[in-house]
């Protein structure tokens, strides 16, 4: 979440979509609830079926899965064309206003430029800046863009001198060409940009990087265009390559019409939404703001991250990101999934998403020189660059992992990381599993067989492995995958995987820091301890780490080096406790230290007060730099119970810890007009104090703290360019700078805006025997979705007799007019078929599930809750069918961020 | 939090005289208030009543529905009913025809259990002294080890909520957790509700609370008939709704418009009371007569009920 979960109690404007907070986060969902109380806000809910959400809903509207880019494509047009726009937000805090390279293509067709057939990837020079200054037509238009600057600030200046003379202090600011950027680092000079190596090109993808999908890193590695110093721009926003016109141009294609052909939302219905919505930025008015809040509805797809990015666009056109009640806000489904993330549980990232080396990062330099971002800005603007600070994390980083190993001499042991020249991503692993690749996993924490798509896939996988080790409280599938429904007792006996059952201990039996979704990382107690034999999980990895380090010690190896100096200074090594292993992430001082500014000192051995103390020179030790500041010489910050809230935003600064440095609205400076003050006088949250010149306010600035708002210095600091991205520049996407609607993988329909390119053209899918995908021509013509119940938790409560009272066993949504049609009553049984396998349950028949006409065919949606499998109460009575009900979906996967196609795949559906 | 912490007895069942100790002491009613427009159906509150009153498991089955079970059970004493129901232009609602499948649908959730009423039906129809009680806070409270089994509660209730347990004999219902409220607390599943739709407090405090969230669906949501469930006909509840229409209760899982308690249980209380009490006294002296004529009867096995036999299973898992 760009805000969190008590910050939607300030918003205006709900907007909930490829979510269902009511039925996944229902603590959470106070908060809309409050909202409707105090505020009036208003929430629309856009999900395939009528949900728990939707019940609370001021207006619902019921979409086909998977075309939700054309819904929120179609907002967008709506809000160009009715001059919804947050006007000077969008000129100076967003690259509106900077010019696309010429050659660059928008995807009419359904191809961006640089598309290459052969290895279904782009080439991505022509999706890049502009280089060369300012472009803005002489005179007026210039006056135009920032007289509404000025007179936006004079106008809430209440004719002070002081805010007249500010406002006089920004525009000035662009009058003088400012040579060099102020932004820690020295901008390379534009005529000679630094050279990339191409390494991570060929891992294809991450969040900067794309390219071939699954090519290997072999050959002379291609050299990826680098993003330019001085972008060409013009705040005028007239010219026709600028991102703004791109924009519209765009998003043009999304009319009504084209919206409801997509998604089914009949246009009259649309239009009532896309009013309601942008309705906060009615007659130019900034002082209300409106929230986007999302799950896996939405990344659960083949183009799952430009539906994000999607609804980013719009929340930067309605200038809502950075405010008290706006914001992007991704509800993460499990209560330590967020942490999963920060501390490198994906494959291609470090704890604190720092990138992993890729073969051709020969030593540290060439690795931190290629993911080192410079900053890429008009040069009248300040871009504060904050990836700039990379090297310093990452030698901290390594002197975490390695101690004394890492130092100065040895390039601070770097040389111990591992370089993938191949994606691991879950449905990849498991590919390599199933073409005999990967011999071994160990499984904590997750059910390998129900969580993937294709379970089928996944078991068979399973067989093909040598061992596997599975950490559990529960009996589960993926321990038993050996006796899954379908194997015979003649083949039981020929699986020759080694299965290795370890109980754990449950969440309530151990303590440690869960991070959720606002980014809080919260501390908690342990209520009883594992029963039995189990153990805590850190033991089991502990043990098994000291059992290998000593076989690498007894019987060196072939690179020995990184198992044996490896930091393990735990007191008791067996046993390492979790409240060390926060100190050690939180990270400590190496060398006395002294902030030059404020004079404050540390001593060597201390814990760090934050990652604005980290260094390069290997005095620093941290495991992660976001949490950085979370485990201080004044005590654990992630276990403060402090329940003062002095603004009555919901900020709790003193409850717990929030990275990056315990703020608890990123971009922050964004809910500041030019002159740094805030949109809105009531939702203040920083603003610029000119006679302490700093920034200050209820919440951490998330901003350079003495830069004065003449610097101009762009909101959106983890950004090369300071200001928010509408236009996704070089290898940000590896399927396109703006977002295009493209239908899932298994589709009804040819897309409507270009059937020649219905789907991704850049989504990963596989051609392995059992990666099989199903047509409406061959029978497969409803579309199928997955989710999860609130009186289930995953794989789990299907083992609790309480949960399991709620919701007895499994089922299937069905329309009730699909039903009829079939002659199906509620509670008979239904079989769905998918090209992959067939799912039976009892049939729920609806009316929360209506048909649609898409592109005019009429079409029906059903769904089914995933929690049921062959291990648990209902299964273990007899009262299931005993199938994973991802047996049904599809080995098909987002080219970004490697998630599964869960929703809108094909099936069929007939009476079992 | 509320904290009231006396529990001061207004009424008894079947007692005859007045009730000890009655009026010396001041007490406020306590009245739970649940919004119907703000619940998302989450169930917490049927969990927190489960766990909280350690009741066993009961085995439920599929029913097309969400909803957990058709109604509530002498362990199951919150139940969400869920409901479809179609918005119309004029911001009412109405019921959907049978296989009418368009319409603006909506979803309505309402929590069903004991209405603590101000005239309780099941109090004036319970024969046996001291087996159901009523707090001057106005908690209507059932007292197993005074109940006698004969159910006439049941019947006395407009609402279909004391139900009997085959094995202890005994008739149980929500007792809006006379326990915690005596020592301060809030009933447990107001502590559970997450989006604060269940609240918890003086009776006036709740009605005005109520009101103004009507206020604000008639205003805001256009929701012209908002407005708060509190029946006169049984001189109010201390369980009050908000409803998106409530000149409909009835499509809120049957909830009557207004509650009556059997005539039965009212006008002819004084006159059948006495007579049921006799019959009861010469059905016992028959029974005697008929055991020392005949001698007693071979032992029979308890007629099967499944549902409750496999509970208890469920509850040793």
């Given amino acids: 979440m760009t805000n969190g979960w008590i910050d939607i109690k300030n918003t205006d404007m709900m907007l909930v979509m490829g979510g269902n907070p009511a039925e996944n986060h229902p603590c959470g969902f106070k908060w809309p609830v409050e909202a409707k109380r105090h505020r009036n806000a208003k929430l629309i809910v856009v999900d395939p079926r009528f949900t728990r959400t939707a019940s609370n809903a001021d207006l619902f509207l019921q979409i086909r899965a998977g075309s939700d880019i054309a819904f929120l494509g179609g907002v967008v047009n709506y809000t160009l064309q009715n001059n919804r726009i947050a006007k000077d937000y969008l000129v100076h805090f967003t690259n509106a206003a900077f010019i696309v390279k010429e050659g660059f293509k928008l995807p009419e067709d359904g191809l961006f430029s640089g598309f290459d057939s052969k290895t279904q990837t782009y080439d991505k020079a022509t999706w890049n800046y502009e280089q060369g200054g300012n472009l803005t037509p002489k005179g007026a238009a210039i006056a135009a863009a920032l007289g509404g600057a000025a007179a936006a600030g004079q106008a809430s200046a209440n004719g002070t001198g002081a805010q007249q003379k500010a406002s006089e202090t920004v525009a000035s600011a662009f009058e003088h060409q400012k040579t060099a950027a102020k932004s820690g680092q020295p901008v390379a000079p534009s005529s000679n940009p630094p050279q990339q190596p191409g390494g991570h090109e060929a891992l294809g993808g991450g969040h900067q990087a794309a390219g071939p999908v699954g090519a290997k890193a072999t050959g002379a590695p291609k050299v990826p265009p680098l993003l330019p110093p001085n972008t060409a721009y013009d705040l005028s926003l007239q010219h026709p390559r600028c991102v703004y016109q791109l924009l519209k141009k765009q998003y043009s294609r999304y009319t009504p019409e084209m919206v409801e052909r997509i998604t089914g939302i009949p246009k009259d219905q649309f239009l009532k939404a896309a009013d309601l919505y942008t309705s906060i930025r009615k007659d130019g008015d900034m002082k209300k703001a409106g929230t986007i809040i999302y799950a896996v509805g939405w990344t659960q797809h083949t183009f799952g991250t430009q539906i994000i990015k999607t609804a980013a666009v719009l929340q930067l056109l309605l200038g809502n990101v950075g405010r008290a009640g706006g914001g992007v806000n991704a509800l993460r489904g499990h209560s330590n999934i967020q942490g999963a993330t920060d501390m490198g549980g994906v494959f291609d990232v470090h704890p604190g998403y720092l990138k992993i080396p890729a073969p051709t990062d020969t030593n540290l330099s060439i690795y931190l020189k290629r993911t080192t971002p410079t900053p890429s800005k008009p040069n009248e603007w300040d871009s504060f660059n904050y990836w700039s600070n990379t090297p310093k994390f990452m030698v901290s980083l390594l002197k975490a992992y390695y101690g004394d190993a890492a130092q100065k001499e040895s390039d601070f042991a770097y040389h111990y990381l591992p370089k993938i020249d191949r994606r691991y991503s879950w449905v990849e692993l498991f590919d390599r599993m199933y073409n005999g690749e990967v011999k071994g996993l160990f499984a904590f924490g997750m059910n390998a067989v129900m969580i993937g798509p294709n379970s089928r896939k996944n078991i068979d996988a399973l067989k093909k492995a040598d061992w596997l080790v599975v950490g559990e409280i529960y009996p589960d599938e993926t321990s038993e995958f050996w006796k899954s429904p379908g194997i015979s007792p003649e083949e039981m006996k020929n699986i020759k995987t080694t299965v290795y059952r370890l109980a754990c201990g449950g969440f309530a039996e151990k303590d440690g820091s869960m991070t959720n979704s606002a980014r809080w990382l919260q501390w908690k107690n342990i209520a009883l301890p594992p029963p039995g034999d189990a153990r805590l999980d850190q033991d089991i990895v502990a043990q098994i780490f000291l059992r290998i380090r000593d076989l690498y010690r007894k019987e060196g190896g072939k690179f020995p080096d990184p198992i044996l100096n490896l930091t393990w200074a735990y007191p008791d090594a067996q046993h390492p406790s979790l409240a060390e292993i926060a100190k050690e992430i939180n990270g400590k001082a190496l060398a006395d230290a002294t902030d030059p500014k404020t004079g404050q000192t540390i001593k060597a051995g201390q814990q760090l007060p934050g990652f604005a103390w980290l260094k390069e020179d290997g005095t620093t030790s941290c495991g992660n730099w976001l949490y950085s500041g979370s485990w201080t010489e004044a005590g654990a910050q992630m276990q403060r119970r402090g329940t003062e809230d002095p603004s009555g935003l919901g900020v709790y600064p003193n409850w717990a810890w929030s990275w990056p440095a315990n703020r608890r609205v990123m971009y922050n400076r964004a809910s500041c007009d030019l002159n740094g003050k805030p949109w809105d006088s009531d939702r203040a949250q920083v603003w610029w104090n000119e006679s302490g010149k700093k920034w200050v306010g209820n919440d951490v600035p998330d901003f350079k703290p003495d830069s004065p708002p003449s610097d101009h210095m762009g909101p959106f600091i983890m950004n090369p360019e300071g200001v928010g991205r509408i236009f996704g520049p070089l290898a940000a996407f590896a399927d396109g700078p703006f977002p295009e609607h493209y239908e899932p993988f298994e589709s009804p329909i040819k897309n409507p805006l270009h059937p020649q390119q219905s789907t991704n053209p850049v989504a990963k899918w596989f051609k392995g025997p059992l990666d099989k995908y199903g047509t409406p021509e061959q029978g497969f013509d409803v579309v199928c979705t997955t989710y999860r119940l609130t009186e289930h938790y995953h794989y789990w409560t299907k083992n609790n007799p309480m949960e399991v009272q709620l919701v007895p066993e499994p089922f299937v949504e069905v329309p009730a007019e699909l039903a009829d049609q079939m002659g199906i009553h509620g509670g008979e049984k239904v079989k769905v078929t998918s090209a992959r396998s067939h799912y039976i349950a009892k049939a729920m028949v609806t009316r929360r599930i209506k048909p649609m006409m898409i592109d005019g065919k009429k079409t029906y949606q059903i769904g089914i809750p995933i929690h049921w499998g062959y291990r648990g109460i209902a299964e273990d009575e007899g009262k299931t069918a005993l199938t994973p009900a991802n047996l049904l979906s599809p080995t098909t996967m987002d080219p970004n961020a490697y998630t599964p196609e869960f929703k809108g795949f094909l099936v069929k559906l007939e009476k079992a | ?317």
């Fill in chain 2, 1 to 317: 939090m509320f904290d009231e912490k006396t529990l001061q007895i207004r009424a008894i069942s079947a007692h005859s005289g007045s009730v000890p100790g009655k009026g010396v002491q001041r007490e406020v009613e306590v009245c739970k208030l649940m919004d119907t427009t703000t619940c998302i159906g989450c169930k917490a509150c049927e969990v927190a009543c489960v766990e909280w009153n350690d009741m066993p498991f009961r085995q439920t089955v599929f029913d097309n529905t969400y909803q957990t079970m058709p109604e509530t059970e002498w362990n199951f004493w919150q139940l969400i009913k869920f409901h479809e129901v179609q918005r119309q232009d004029d911001g009412g609602l109405a019921p959907f025809q049978k296989n009418q499948h368009d319409g603006n649908l909506m979803w309505i959730f309402r929590k069903d259990q004991c209405m603590h009423c101000s005239d309780p039906g099941c109090l004036r129809a319970c024969p046996a002294d001291g087996a159901i009680v009523q707090y001057e806070n106005g908690i209507v409270d059932f007292q197993q080890e005074n109940c006698i089994g004969c159910q006439l509660c049941v019947s006395g209730c407009p609402f279909n909520i004391p139900k009997f347990n085959q094995t202890t004999k005994k008739v149980y219902k929500c007792t809006l957790c006379s326990d915690r409220v005596g020592q301060g607390l809030e009933p447990a599943c107001i502590k559970s509700c997450p989006t604060g739709c269940l609240q918890f407090g003086t009776k006036q405090e709740m009605k005005e609370i109520a009101e103004k969230r009507a206020l604000q669906l008639r205003e805001q949501s256009g929701f012209k008939n908002a407005g708060v469930w509190d029946p006169s006909s049984i001189d109010g509840t201390h369980v009050i709704y908000v409803l998106h229409d409530a000149t409909q209760p009835e499509l809120y899982g049957g909830l009557p418009k207004e509650p009556r308690i059997p005539m039965v249980y009212t006008v002819w209380k004084y006159l059948l009371k006495p007579l049921s009490l006799f019959g009861v006294f010469m059905g016992a002296l028959g029974i005697f007569f008929h055991y020392v004529s005949y001698g007693p009867k071979p032992t029979l096995p308890e007629p099967p009920r499944a549902k409750e036999t496999k509970e208890d299973e469920r509850g040793n898992r």
